[in-house]
């Protein structure tokens, strides 16, 4: 299994980003697909959710009406599209799979398979 994520950059405040999450060597459709990140010093935090067989989404309260899962499952990918950035979204996000998750834990931590990250930073 293999998560690869990509996009994260710099961005000033109020600005676009779009992450995307390559998945590889399990099957797509059977699996959810979730963004976390960690900020320097803080936990990691659950941000988004998608499960890949029914498209349905969960999404953290900091961030409803402001970022938008997605999959494109003909190209085994899961994409997160961030808007209107803050500086307190500032962290590296990270890409997570596992087959047995659903909605009520969407965002805990406890996914089988991890991305190695992608760093966001967002200035003021």
């Known amino acids: 299994v293999q998560l690869v994520e990509s996009g994260g950059g710099w961005v000033q405040s109020g600005g676009s980003l779009r992450l995307s999450c390559a998945a590889s060597?399990?099957?797509?459709?059977?699996?959810?697909i979730a963004w976390f990140r960690q900020a320097p010093g803080k936990e990691r935090e659950g941000v988004s959710y998608?499960?890949?067989?029914?498209?349905?989404?969960f999404y953290a309260e900091f961030v409803k009406g402001r970022f938008t899962i997605s999959s494109d499952n003909a190209k085994n990918t899961v994409y997160l599209q961030m808007d209107s950035l803050r500086p307190e979204d500032t962290a590296a996000y990270y890409c997570?799979?596992?087959?047995?998750?659903?909605?009520?834990?969407?965002?805990?931590?406890?996914?089988?398979?991890w991305g190695q990250g992608t760093q966001v930073t967002v200035s003021s």
């Open positions: 060597g399990f099957t797509f459709d059977d699996y959810a």
């Open positions: 998608i499960s890949v067989s029914d498209g349905s989404t």
């Open positions: 997570a799979a596992d087959p047995n998750i659903g909605v009520l834990a969407a965002l805990e931590p406890i996914y089988d398979y």
